[in-house]
């Protein structure tokens, strides 16, 4: 996100026009950002986009992440190689 969409962002959380957060209102922009995020995160997990995250499907990012991550320390991926997860 860049620096001019970030403050355009927070200018719409400033409900009392006055240039800057309160609390109450950081909190709500917060919330917004983190809930976006939220559903990305959901969204990459439901693998055949149905609405719902089965066993199944967290067992496969499991599979992948712990791949992913062996290779990232430098040693073997934990689990194998991606197509065997």
Known sequence: MSAESL?????????????????DEFAQWHATMMRERMVDRFQ????????????DEV??????????LGGMRGGSPIGGTPDQN
Do not use: I, K, Q
């Open 59 to 68: 067992d496969s990012f499991a599979g992948r992440a712990g791949w992913m």
């Open 44 to 55: 990459h997990l439901d693998a055949d986009a149905d609405g719902s995250v089965t066993p």
């Open 7 to 23: 403050r355009e962002r927070l200018g719409e959380f400033d409900v009392n026009d006055d240039g800057a957060l309160s609390l």
